[in-house]
């Protein structure tokens, strides 16, 4: 799958750069939150493990599938938004958290968000954010990245030198807003990065993930609706 491909560059990237670290393990908890204007929230976990996943129509949205999913070592943590449809103008914020974690190996962050949708699609946006209270789904601490998503198929990232230890959390908000009928593919994720100076080797991992998910979108399309 496509996370695995970000985390295994950037793990290549990292040993070139630093030789391979290990950090210790975590035991994370992760959640998932769907949210449109007009509807109740629909919400899933907390629970324990590396990965949970939601399928469900919500709101505007006919079909809705959902994987929020982590690795611990190095860290990242992955919100995959696959066969995302409307036929309808609406606004969805998809919120997936992990709280528990531990103080990763490396003390800067790589944000990512990429994907290819069809249709009346108006705007596309990942925010992440660090809760250093360890609190799921908190959006109040610091934004480690700030993405937005533009033509199909679409990839970008950017890198944080933000430090967190354990016990953290993390929050990723991908809102999706359209006009009409679409049809969406989405994938974001943030992951610990090794701090390098700026226009060096932390630039150069954030370009080969903003390329990864270009090259890796395009070859997952999603299915036209009826």
């Not at 090794?194 to 979108?217: N, T």
């Amino acid at each position: 799958m496509f996370d695995h491909r970000i985390i295994g560059a950037l793990g290549i990237a990292s040993a070139l750069a630093f030789g391979v670290v290990t950090q210790a393990s975590a035991s994370p908890i992760l959640g998932i939150e769907l949210m449109e204007a007009g509807y109740a929230t629909y919400s899933t976990g907390p629970v324990s493990g590396d990965s949970l996943s939601v399928s469900t129509p919500f709101g505007t949205f006919s079909r809705n599938f959902e994987l929020n999913s982590i690795v611990t070592d190095p860290l990242s943590l992955d919100l995959l938004s696959y066969n995302v449809s409307t036929s309808t103008a609406g606004t969805l914020t998809i919120i997936a958290s992990a709280s528990g974690l531990d103080t990763p190996a490396f003390p800067g962050f790589i944000s990512q968000f990429s994907g290819n949708f069809t249709g009346a699609v108006t705007s596309l946006t990942l925010n992440t954010y660090l809760s250093s209270s360890n609190t799921l789904f908190d959006m109040t601490g610091t934004l480690l990245g700030s993405l937005i998503g533009t033509g199909t198929s679409f990839g970008t990232s950017v890198g944080s030198d933000a430090t967190a230890s354990g016990p953290f959390a993390i929050t990723e908000v991908m809102t999706i807003t359209t006009s009409g009928q679409a049809t969406l593919s989405l994938d974001g994720s943030i992951a610990s990065a090794p701090e390098i100076d700026a226009g060096s080797g932390l630039a150069a991992i954030a370009l080969l993930l903003g390329v990864l998910g270009l090259v890796g979108e395009r070859r997952r399309r999603p299915v036209a609706m009826a």
